[in-house]
């Protein structure tokens, strides 16, 4: 199988955020007022006494930006202090997750976590951070299933057809991602894997890019988040064959599950998940999982995840740990089989 190569995730990307530690602290002073340099004792009988920092380890206007904006929004009503999301793109979230990892156990500083948590834990063996060990999970969410969508034009109807076509021309059918190791990259990767076929992955900076190559026919398949595919699918630019979540989706009720269709266990949803750093007070913790749930009630929160195609969720602290690690391992028994390897 083909292996798959990315730009190495080098030291200098974490020499130069600590380098740069004390500009950034004072800007955040600006944003965040009434923060000092010297973190804080936790105390949770009066928590939150500040704004609660919410770092989004994506650029703005993604899929994680969105749901930590209206999360957030919706949290700082009932928590009486503003959730501030900040946003800190670069090496596969890696950058985000270490400023949560290092940050003090005082629950105002926060992460919204994706899929990507459990694909970097095999991808990268030296991560600065434990992914497991180094965070609080408060709770998972939103979970966001991907669609199965082909060139109008291919004769595939349905993921039988997509199967047998892929036998039948190995290493001829493309498929776009939003960028290497992403989850619409490895989507791919698992469905090679199960199926037993050898699909080609494209990769583009963002989602657009490849989208537009493959309704102009030089691409074939893809593995799309919803928010990416529903207007073209509506238009008729794209025909959608499979939903990869375990069950079918509201949204879109008479498209069957890549499972159903012939890969039984097949399941490649994205998601998104609250943590805190590792020694959190669990009553801190506890209360941000109560506030969430409470958030993701709300018919305004829940109507703008169904826009973007995602579901929420809202469980406890426990379900989340146990879900991230069953995503940790389904994930590197993906990158393995493939040969995966960043360089």
């Not at 973190?39 to 989004?56: E, K």
């Not at 998972?140 to 997509?162: D, F, G, H, R, T």
């Not at 999982?289 to 602290?317: C, H, I, W």
């Not at 379900?319 to 690690?325: G, I």
Request: charge should be positive.
């Amino acid at each position: 199988m083909k292996q798959f190569i990315s730009a190495p995730v080098s030291g200098w990307f974490f020499d130069l955020h600590r380098a740069c530690r004390v500009t950034l602290g004072m800007l955040l002073l600006l944003v965040l007022p009434g923060t000092s340099g010297v973190a804080n004792a936790a105390t949770p009988n009066d928590y939150p006494a500040r704004p609660v920092r919410l770092i989004s380890p994506f650029a703005p206007g993604g899929g994680n930006d969105l749901i930590s904006r209206t999360l957030g929004q919706e949290m700082s009503k009932n928590l009486g202090q503003p959730v501030v999301v900040d946003n800190r793109p670069g090496a596969n979230a890696i950058i985000g997750m270490q400023i949560v990892a290092t940050a003090p156990a005082d629950g105002y500083t926060l992460i919204m976590t994706s899929s990507t948590q459990a694909i970097n834990a095999t991808l990268y063996p030296d991560l600065p951070y434990d992914s497991i060990k180094d965070f609080a999970p408060v709770s998972l969410i939103a979970s966001s299933p991907m669609i199965v969508a082909v060139y109008p034009a291919l004769a595939v109807n349905n993921v039988q057809e997509l199967i047998s076509l892929a036998k039948a021309k190995p290493r001829q059918i493309l498929y776009p991602s939003a960028g290497t190791w992403n989850a619409t990259h490895l989507a791919g990767e698992l469905f090679s894997v199960m199926a037993g076929v050898t699909l080609v992955h494209v990769p583009y900076k963002g989602a657009a890019p490849g989208m537009s190559d493959l309704i102009a026919g030089r691409l074939q398949v893809v593995f799309a988040t919803a928010p990416s595919a529903m207007a073209l699918i509506k238009a008729g630019r794209l025909r959608a064959i499979a939903i990869t979540s375990t069950a079918r989706s509201a949204v879109m009720p008479d498209l069957p599950t890549v499972a159903e269709s012939g890969v039984p266990g097949y399941e490649a949803s994205t998601w998104y998940g609250l943590l805190a750093p590792a020694r959190t007070p669990r009553s801190i913790v506890m209360r941000l999982n109560a506030e969430t749930k409470k958030a993701l009630a709300a018919a305004e929160v829940r109507e703008r995840f169904a826009a973007a195609g995602a579901d929420p969720v809202g469980n406890s602290p426990d379900q989340f740990a146990a879900y991230v690690r069953t995503e940790s391992a389904k994930w590197a028994k993906v990158i393995k089989l493939s040969g995966i390897k960043p360089e």
